[in-house]
Nanobody
Framework: QVELVESGGGLVQAGGSLRLSCAAS????????MGWYRQAPGKQRELVAS???????RYADSVKDRFTISRDNAKNTVYLQMNSLEPEDTAVYYC?????????WGQGTQVTVSS
């Protein structure tokens, strides 16, 4: 079992930055993949960014060159640095991990970008 706790969401003006954090309840070094998804009102949940345990990163086209995912195994935490935020980035952001046996989700953190 893995518990994930997100933090760092909030209200920001367009062009601003936020850093989301996702703290896991146990060591993340063996997790195959950690990632961030988001879901805007009336839309499907979509992958924003992911990072494998080898450090390989994937990004949605809409956030490339603006968002950066990273992980700190010593702190059991994955981060999402979000720069140049746009109103279209407004959504609930969810942390997700994939282990060898299952996948787990956090409760989500709201990000609202005002124009």
């Amino acid at each position: 079992q893995v518990e994930l706790v997100e933090s760092g969401g909030g209200l920001v003006q367009a062009g601003g930055s936020l850093r989301l954090s996702c703290a896991a309840s146990r060591s993340i070094s063996s997790f195959n993949v950690m990632g961030w998804y988001r879901q805007a009102p009336g839309k499907q949940r979509e992958l924003v960014a992911s990072i494998s345990n080898s450090g390989s990163r994937r990004y949605a086209d809409s956030v490339k060159d603006r968002f950066t995912i990273s992980r700190d195994n010593a702190k059991n935490t994955v981060y999402l640095q979000m720069n140049s935020l746009e109103p279209e980035d407004t959504a609930v952001y969810y942390c997700m991990v994939i282990t060898t046996t299952s996948d787990y989700w956090g409760q989500g953190t709201q990000v609202t970008v005002s124009s």
